[in-house]
Nanobody, 125 residues
Framework: QVQLVESGGGSVQAGGSLRLSCAASGYTYSTTCMGWFRQAPGKDRERVAAIYTSTGSTYYADSVKGRFTISQDNAKNTLYLQMNSLKPEDSAMYYC??????????????????WGQGTQVTVSS
């Protein structure tokens, strides 16, 4: 089992920045991909960014490319999402997720095995 705990959400004005953190604990050795998802009210959960843990390869949704950066600190078992130039449409609940024993980073939420409780991000115009 893997436990994930997010932090760092909050309210900012458009153009501002936030950094989300996700602390992982438990049997993390089996995870091959870590990702950030978000879900706004009435919308599907979407993958924002992901990182393949062994190679550091990163993946981003088109809507956040050039503005968000995903990174990992293996020594601290922590995943980060640096969010810059935030827009009102970035407002959502953000979730950290971990994928077990796969050779790729899944796009869909069903492909991830472990989830954090979420942290709210609100961007005002």
């Amino acid at each position: 089992q893997v436990q994930l705990v997010e932090s760092g959400g909050g309210s900012v004005q458009a153009g501002g920045s936030l950094r989300l953190s996700c602390a992982a604990s438990g049997y993390t050795y089996s995870t091959t991909c870590m990702g950030w998802f978000r879900q706004a009210p009435g919308k599907d959960r979407e993958r924002v960014a992901a990182i393949y843990t062994s190679t550091g390869s990163t993946y981003y949704a088109d809507s956040v490319k050039g503005r968000f950066t995903i990174s990992q600190d293996n020594a601290k078992n922590t995943l980060y999402l640096q969010m810059n130039s935030l827009k009102p449409e970035d407002s959502a609940m953000y979730y950290c997720a971990a994928q077990d024993r796969r050779g790729y980073c899944g796009i869909y939420s069903l492909e991830y095995n472990y989830w954090g409780q979420g942290t709210q991000v609100t961007v005002s115009s």
